[in-house]
C-alpha cells in the first residue's frame, strides 16, 4: 500500500504540472471515441481563450517536465480518476500524506476554477519573480521524512532555488500566492443562470470531478493543516463574503488574518462558475464533509489548527452570504444545513449557540404561511426525514417551517448525543430558547381564541338579521397570522428535551450536597419543564391536528420519565383530553386525524392512572357520544382496554350489545379489540369458551379479510389463540399466492400450538411442539421462495424466537421427567449420577436461553416496537426465573446462586402481563420459601404445578412477530493506523507487532440511509466493541463487551449487567455519526505483554439519545483488507538488531 500511496502522489504531482485541456481531451476521448484530431484542435481553442505565447509556455512546460525524469507518469489519468484512486487509498495514507493529496487535489480544483492556473509553469513563475517564496521548515521535514522513506534523496536549502524541482513551487505556493499569481480577468464572462461553464467536455469533466471530488472527502476526516481545498471550496460557493455574520474569537491571529485576505480577494470573481455549481458545492459541503473530532485534553486542535481558525469560519460566512442571496426556499435550507452540520462537527461552543439562536429566530420570525394549499385539518407529513433531504428543489411540498423544525430536532440529537453524555449548558440554553419561542406562539393562539369567543357572543347577542352569514364555529380553526405548523415544528424539537433533562426533581433529591447556585440552575430548569408540559397540556386540544399530534407525543414522553409528575397535572390532563374528545366527535369525517393524535396519549396515561381511566371510559361510553360518532369513540375505547384491560372487562356487556347494534365494519374492528383485551385479566381461561361467545359474533360482522387480519393479530398479541388459530384457518381459503398460505399456514401452527398449552398444559407439549416446527419449516420455505423475488423480505427473527420456545418446550418435558422422579422417590439426583449431570446441563442451559433471548434484544431492540422490546425482556425473565425455582426446587443437587439479583429481575419485561404477575406471585408465596427444610416431594409437586401455571398462561407474543422486513446493514472497514503499523489486516495473514506494543486500528464505516429511516430511537454515536484472546485460550485480555439497556429498561434495572460474552473491562470506543452516516474511530489496545498469537474481535454498535446501547448488523466494505470480524495477530519478540 505504502508503494501505491508514493505512485499516487507522484501522479498527482505531475497532473497538478499539466494543463487543463490535457484532462479534457482523455475524458472526451472516452466518451467520443471517434473524434477527430481537427475537432480537438478547436475545442482546445475555445477551451483556452488566451494568447498564443500562453498556449506554448504549456507546451514548453510540459515537455520541460517529461525531461526531468519522472518516467513513471508517462502514461497519465484523467483527473477525476485519479481522485476515485486517491480516495480508495485514502484510510492507508499517513497523516502527512493525506494533507499532500488534499493539497494537490486542491491545485487541481482551482485548474478547473482558473483554467490557465495549471500547466502553466512559466507564467507563475514570472508573476513570483518579485517574491522570494520558501517551503515552510514543517512541511520540508515532512517532506524529507517521506522522500527518504520512498528511497529517494531530497536536497538541503531553505529557499527554493532554480536548480531545484519546479514541482517545489507548485505544491508549496500558499494559496492566496496562487491566486495572484495566476492569470485571470477580474470578472466572470459567463452569468449566474448559464446552463455551462464554456465547453460541453469541460462541464462534463468538472462535474465528474465533483463526483470523485464527494467520494474522496467521504472517505476521511479533513486535514486539520492543509485546508486549501475548503477556502477554494468557500470562494465557489460566494466569492466575497463578509465576516460580520459570524463571531471570530482569535481575530488578530495570522490564520485568521490570512482568511480575511482570501474572502477579500478579487480573484474568485473570476472563477468559470455559476449559481448552479454553487449550489452543487453547498450540497457538498452539507452532505460529505467531515471534521476531525477533537478531543478534550487536547483544546490546542480546535483553538490554533488552520482547519478551525481559518476554513470552517471561511465556509460559514460563504454559507451565509449565499443562503441571503439565494433564489429559493429551498436553496437557502441547503446552506442553513451546511452550517449547523459545520457548526455541530466542530464541537465550538459559541458556533454552535450562534447556529442554534440563527435558527430558531429564522423559523419563529418567519410568518409566512407556506401551505396555503393544503388544509390544516390533515395531518402533517414529515417533509425532512431524519438524517435525509429531498432531492428535488421544485418540489411543492417543500415547507420551509417543517425544514427548519425538523432540523432543530436533529441538531439537538445530533450535538446532545445521548442521555447523561450530553452537555448541560448547551441543554439548559437549547431549553430556556425553546419554551419561550413556544410560550409566544401559544399566547398568541391563547389571545385569539378568547377574542374570538367574545366574537361569537356578541354575534349571538344580536338579532338573526345582523348574524354573519358565515358564523364563527368553536370546532373550525381559529383564523392566525402565525402558521400552526411553526408550533408544530417547535413542539417537534422541544419533546426530544425529555430524553436529555428528566427526571430534573429526583436529580435534586439525591444531590442534597450540591451548591446554592447549582440548585438555582436546577430550579430554573424544572421551572422550563413545567412550563413545557403546562403549555403541552393546553395544547391538546388545539384545532390544528398537527399541533395536536406534537404536544401528545411530547407528553408522553414527558410523563414517561417522571412518575411524580401526574399528581400535578392528572385532573389538567383529563380536563383538556375531554375537550379535545369533544372537538373530535363534533367534526364529522376529520374525527379520526384528531382520534389518531390523542390516541396515544389516552393509552399511556390510562396505564399510568387506573382512576383516569376508569372515568374516561364511562365519559366515551355516553349515549349521546356514541351515537353521534361511534369510530372515535370505541378507537379510544380499544386504546383504554389494550391499557387497562379490567376496566374494559367490568363493561364487557356493553361491548357485546354495541357490537350487535353497530353494522359498520370500521367500528365493529375496534370494538372487537377491545373485547380481546379482556383476556389478559385472567391467568388462566378455557379457550373453546372465548372460542364460542366470538366466532359466531366476528363471523356475523360485515369486515373484509384484511380486518380479519388485523384482529387475529391482535387476538394473537391477547392470547385469544383460539380465536386467533379459527381466523387464520379461514383466512387461508382466500390466499391468493404460495407465500400468503404458507404466511398464514405459519400464523395458525403457533397460534395452535399455543391454544393447545393453555387449554392442555404439559399435556400438549408433544403436540405444540410439533406444531412450532412445522412452523419453522414454514417460514424457512417462505424465506427461500422470496428471497429471489424481495431482497428485503427475512423471516430470521421469526425462526430464532420460535427456535427458542421450542427448545424451552423441550427443556421443560426433560425437567418434568426429573422432578417427577424426585416425587415418586423422594429424593433428588444424586452427585455424580447421569440425572444429576442432566439437571446441571438444563439449569445451564436455562441461563444460556435467557442470554439469548438479551441477545436478540440487544441485535433488533432498534429496530423494533417497545412492546415487542418488553416481550423479550419478559421471556428472558420467564427462563431466569424457571432456572432459580429449579434450582430451589433441587436445592439438595445444586448450588443456589443469583439470588442478590432477584427483585430486579422480575422488574423487567412487561409488568402488566398476566405472566408477569403469575410469577411475582409464585416467587413471594412459593420460590423464595423453598429449602432444604421442606420434603423433596413437596418441593417437586411444587415445581410441577409452577411448570404447568407457567405452560397454561397466555404466552406473551412480540409484536413484530408480523414484521418480515431484513435488517439493512451498515458497512464497516477496518485498517492498522499507518502512522504506526507498516502492514494492516489481510485475509490469512496475521499482523505482527512486538512484544509490549498495542494494536492501534482505524475504524470507519457507513450507516445507510435505509437504517436511520427504520430505526425506533434516534442515535447519533457509534460503539464499537472488541475482545482480544489470546487464540487456545478463554482468557480476554482486553475485551469491551459490556453493553447498557436502554433509557426506560435501565431505569428499571440499572444493575443487571448484559455482558453475554465475556466480562467487561473496559467501555467501548464511541465517536460521532455525521449527517450523513459516516463514523471515524481510532482504537487502542491495551498492551499486549506475552508473545504469542492473538485474535481481536469487533462488534458494531450504537448508543441512542436515551443512552441505550444496541447492536447493528454490519457488513465490511468492498475494499476492505478483510471480511471477517476476527483478525489473527502474533505477538513477537523485539529485534535489537539493525
Known amino acids: 500500500m505504502k508503494e501505491e500511496v508514493r505512485l499516487l502522489i507522484k501522479d498527482l504531482q505531475y497532473a497538478c504540472r499539466q494543463s487543463l485541456f490535457d484532462g479534457i481531451v482523455r475524458t472526451a476521448a472516452a466518451d467520443d471515441d471517434d473524434e477527430e484530431d481537427t475537432d480537438t484542435a478547436i475545442t482546445k481553442d475555445r477551451t483556452f481563450q488566451g494568447s498564443s505565447e500562453t498556449n506554448i509556455t504549456v507546451q514548453h512546460a510540459a515537455k520541460r517536465q517529461r525531461k526531468d525524469g519522472d518516467k513513471a507518469t508517462c502514461k497519465s489519468e484523467s483527473w477525476d480518476t485519479l481522485l476515485v484512486h486517491a480516495s480508495t487509498l485514502l484510510p492507508y495514507m499517513t497523516n502527512y500524506e493525506h494533507g499532500q493529496v488534499s493539497r494537490l487535489i486542491g491545485i487541481m480544483l482551482l485548474g478547473f476554477l482558473l483554467p490557465q492556473s495549471t500547466g502553466n509553469d512559466f507564467f507563475t513563475l514570472q508573476n513570483l519573480s518579485s517574491h522570494r517564496m520558501s517551503v515552510p521548515s514543517s512541511q520540508r521535514q515532512q517532506q524529507q521524512k517521506f522522500q527518504q522513506s520512498s528511497g529517494h534523496q531530497q536536497t538541503s536549502g531553505e529557499c527554493v532555488s532554480e536548480n531545484q524541482d519546479l514541482s517545489d513551487y ?85 490564520i485568521w488574518e490570512m482568511t480575511l485576505r482570501l474572502m477579500s480577494s478579487l480573484v474568485p470573481h473570476s472563477f468559470h462558475v455559476n449559481y448552479r455549481h454553487r449550489k452543487d458545492i453547498v450540497q457538498i459541503i452539507m452532505d460529505c464533509l467531515v471534521l476531525p473530532e477533537c478531543e478534550d485534553e487536547d483544546t490546542t486542535i480546535s483553538q490554533g489548527a488552520p482547519l478551525f481558525e481559518g476554513a470552517i469560519p471561511h465556509l460559514r460566512t460563504s454559507l451565509y452570504a449565499f443562503g441571503m442571496a439565494s433564489m429559493s426556499q429551498y436553496d437557502k435550507h441547503l446552506s442553513q444545513r451546511a452550517m449547523i452540520n459545520i457548526s455541530i462537527e466542530s464541537g465550538m461552543d459559541h458556533v454552535v449557540k450562534e447556529e442554534w439562536r440563527r435558527l430558531l429566530h429564522r423559523l419563529v420570525d418567519d ?66 430558547s425553546l419554551t419561550d419561542a413556544i410560550e409566544m406562539q401559544v399566547d398568541s393562539w391563547t389571545k385569539e381564541e378568547v377574542e374570538e369567543a367574545e366574537k361569537n357572543s356578541e354575534s349571538y347577542n344580536k338579532s338573526e338579521a345582523e348574524i354573519p352569514a358565515t358564523k364563527g364555529d368553536k370546532n373550525e380553526p381559529l383564523s392566525t397570522n402565525l402558521p400552526p405548523c411553526v408550533l408544530a415544528s417547535l413542539l417537534k424539537a422541544a419533546k426530544e428535551l425529555f430524553h436529555f433533562l428528566l427526571p430534573i426533581k429526583k436529580d435534586q433529591q439525591d444531590n442534597q450536597d450540591s451548591d446554592e447556585d447549582d440548585e438555582e440552575e436546577e430550579s430554573e430548569d424544572a421551572h422550563y419543564r413545567d412550563m413545557l408540559i403546562s403549555m403541552g397540556v393546553q395544547l391538546i386540544h388545539h384545532n390544528d391536528p398537527a399541533i395536536v399530534n406534537e404536544a401528545c407525543t411530547m407528553l408522553v414522553l414527558a410523563f414517561s420519565y417522571t412518575k411524580e409528575l401526574w399528581d400535578d397535572y392528572g385532573e389538567a390532563v383529563f380536563d383538556s383530553v375531554a375537550i379535545a374528545i ?102 388462566f381461561a378455557n379457550e373453546q369458551d372465548s372460542l364460542a361467545n366470538l366466532m359466531p359474533i366476528i363471523s356475523i360482522s360485515p369486515i373484509g379479510n384484511w380486518d380479519k387480519y388485523i384482529i387475529s393479530r391482535h387476538a394473537m398479541l391477547t392470547g385469544n389463540y383460539a380465536v386467533a388459530k379459527a381466523l387464520y384457518s379461514n383466512l387461508m381459503n382466500f390466499a391468493v399466492s404460495e407465500t400468503s398460505f404458507l404466511w398464514l399456514s405459519a400464523l395458525e401452527k403457533i397460534a395452535e400450538g399455543e391454544a393447545r398449552l393453555c387449554n392442555d398444559a404439559a399435556m400438549a407439549l408433544p403436540e405444540s411442539t410439533s406444531n412450532f416446527r412445522t412452523a419453522i419449516n414454514s417460514f424457512r420455505s417462505l424465506s427461500v421462495l422470496k428471497r429471489v423475488s424481495d431482497g428485503k423480505f427475512s423471516t430470521s427473527f421469526q425462526i430464532r424466537l420460535l427456535d427458542l420456545r421450542v427448545s424451552f418446550l423441550d427443556l421443560l418435558t426433560s425437567m418434568r421427567q426429573l422432578t417427577m422422579e424426585m416425587r415418586l422417590i423422594g429424593d ?10 442432566h439437571l446441571k446441563n438444563m439449569i445451564k442451559l436455562l441461563d444460556r436461553m435467557s442470554t439469548d433471548y438479551l441477545k436478540i434484544y440487544q441485535q433488533h431492540g432498534l429496530f423494533i416496537c417497545q412492546q ?11 427462563c431466569s426465573f424457571v432456572a432459580r425455582a429449579t434450582r430451589r426446587a433441587f436445592v439438595d443437587s445444586v448450588v443456589v446462586v443469583g439470588e442478590e439479583n432477584r427483585n430486579n429481575l422480575l422488574s423487567c419485561g412487561e409488568t402488566s402481563h398476566p405472566l408477569t404477575l403469575f410469577m411475582k406471585q409464585l416467587d413471594s408465596f412459593a420460590v423464595s420459601k423453598m429449602n432444604q427444610s421442606i420434603d423433596p416431594k413437596i418441593r417437586a409437586e411444587l415445581l410441577l404445578q409452577i411448570m404447568d401455571g407457567v405452560l397454561k398462561i397466555p404466552f406473551p407474543v412480540p409484536r413484530c412477530l408480523t414484521c418480515t422486513e431484513a435488517l439493512p446493514c451498515a458497512s464497516l472497514r477496518l485498517v492498522c493506523d499507518p502512522d504506526i503499523h507498516d502492514r494492516t489486516f489481510s485475509k490469512g495473514v ?21 437504517m436511520l429511516l427504520c430505526i425506533q430511537i434516534p442515535f447519533s454515536v457509534v460503539l464499537l466493541w472488541y475482545t482480544i484472546r489470546p487464540e487456545g485460550g478463554s482468557t480476554s485480555l482486553a475485551a469491551s463487551d459490556n453493553i447498557k439497556k436502554s433509557g426506560d429498561d435501565a431505569d428499571a434495572d440499572n444493575t443487571h449487567q448484559m455482558n453475554f460474552l465475556s466480562p467487561s473491562l473496559m467501555g467501548p470506543i464511541a465517536a460521532s455519526m455525521s449527517s450523513n452516516g459516516t463514523f471515524f474511530m481510532k482504537v487502542k489496545s491495551q498492551p499486549l505483554m506475552k508473545e504469542g498469537r492473538y485474535s481481536i474481535n469487533f462488534r458494531l454498535g450504537c448508543r441512542d439519545i436515551r443512552g441505550g446501547e444496541w447492536e447493528i448488523p454490519h457488513h465490511f466494505q468492498e475494499n476492505s483488507p478483510t471480511s471477517a470480524c476476527s483478525f489473527p495477530v502474533n505477538v513477537v519478540r523485539p529485534n535489537r538488531t539493525k
Do not use: W
Not at 868 to 878: F, N
Not at 1002 to 1010: D, E, N, V, W, Y
Open 170 to 254: 507548485i505544491i508549496y505556493m500558499s494559496l492566496e500566492e496562487r491566486l495572484e499569481s495566476s492569470s485571470h480577468r477580474y470578472g466572470n464572462e459567463f452569468g449566474e443562470l448559464d446552463d455551462s461553464i464554456i465547453h460541453e467536455h469541460l462541464e462534463n469533466a468538472f462535474q465528474s470531478f465533483l463526483k470523485s471530488l464527494k467520494k474522496f472527502m467521504l472517505g476521511r476526516p479533513a486535514h486539520t493543516t492543509e485546508v486549501d481545498i475548503l477556502h477554494i471550496l468557500a470562494m465557489v460557493i460566494h466569492p466575497n463574503p463578509s465576516d460580520h455574520c459570524i463571531r471570530e474569537t482569535s481575530s488578530s491571529s495570522d
Open 868 to 878: 415487542s422490546k418488553t416481550v423479550l425482556r419478559t421471556l428472558q425473565t420467564l
Open 828 to 837: 433428588g439426583p444424586k452427585k455424580y449420577t447421569r440425572p444429576h449431570l
Open 367 to 432: 410568518r409566512t404561511n407556506y401551505n396555503t394549499t393544503t388544509t390544516t385539518t390533515t395531518t402533517t407529513t414529515t417533509i425532512v426525514a431524519p438524517n435525509s433531504m429531498i432531492k428535488h428543489s421544485n418540489n411543492k411540498e417543500f415547507c420551509p417551517h417543517q425544514a427548519r423544525g425538523e432540523l432543530l430536532r436533529e441538531f439537538l440529537i445530533r450535538y446532545s448525543e445521548a442521555r447523561y453524555f450530553a452537555e448541560e449548558n448547551f441543554l439548559q440554553y437549547a431549553l430556556s
Open 582 to 683: 369533544d372537538i373530535a366527535i363534533n367534526r364529522k369525517g376529520v374525527g379520526t386525524a384528531s382520534t389518531v393524535s390523542i390516541e396515544g396519549l389516552v393509552s399511556t396515561f390510562c396505564h399510568r392512572s387506573l382512576t383516569f381511566a376508569v372515568n374516561l371510559f364511562r365519559l366515551l361510553l355516553k349515549k349521546e357520544y356514541r351515537e353521534r360518532n361511534p369510530l372515535v369513540v370505541f378507537r379510544l375505547v380499544a386504546a383504554i382496554a389494550n391499557a387497562r384491560p379490567a376496566v374494559a372487562q367490568k363493561h364487557r356487556k356493553a361491548l357485546v350489545e354495541s357490537l350487535k347494534q353497530i353494522k359498520d365494519p370500521d367500528v365493529n374492528k375496534h370494538i372487537m379489540a377491545s373485547i380481546l383485551s379482556c383476556r389478559k385479566t385472567h391467568y
Open 990 to 1010: 496475521p499482523l505482527e507487532i512486538d512484544r509490549g506494543g498495542s494494536i492501534v486500528i482505524l475504524a470507519s464505516g457507513i450507516i445507510p440511509k435505509s
